[in-house]
Nanobody, 122 residues
Framework: VQLQASGGGLVQAGGSLKLSCAASGRTFSTYGMGWLRQAPGKEREFVAG????????YYADSVKGRFTISRENAKNTVYLQMSSLKPEDSAVYYC????????????????WGQGTLVTVSS
């Protein structure tokens, strides 16, 4: 599986941004997917996850109510809609495939995309 994340950029606090992650392969709908992020000097952390069907979603407490994860299996793409952005959301955002339906830790993920940088200015 190859993953290509895009959509990062510079945005002011309070603004919105939508990330996309395009995946290769015919079995995309069988993978749970997640978005994780890593800020400079910090460990990589879970942001949001979604089941293969899209019926179940999972969020870190820090982004609940502000971020929405979704997917279009016909397009082999997963999205992260980010709203009410804060400077502390600044990080490199990675999409990744979930191992066996677990989402909340970095070890739960197998294949990773290259990351896309999000910078939120105050």
């Amino acid at each position: 599986v190859q993953l290509q994340a895009s959509g990062g950029g510079l945005v002011q606090a309070g603004g919105s941004l939508k990330l996309s992650c395009a995946a290769s392969g015919r079995t995309f709908s069988t993978y749970g997917m997640g978005w994780l992020r890593q800020a400079p000097g910090k460990e990589r952390e879970f942001v949001a996850g979604i089941s293969g069907s899209g019926r179940h979603t999972y969020y870190a407490d820090s982004v609940k109510g502000r971020f929405t994860i979704s997917r279009e299996n016909a397009k082999n793409t997963v999205y992260l809609q980010m709203s009410s952005l804060k400077p502390e959301d600044s990080a490199v955002y990675y999409c990744a495939t979930s191992r066996r339906g677990y989402y909340y830790t970095v070890r739960d993920y197998g294949y990773w995309g290259q990351g896309t940088l999000v910078t939120v200015s105050s």
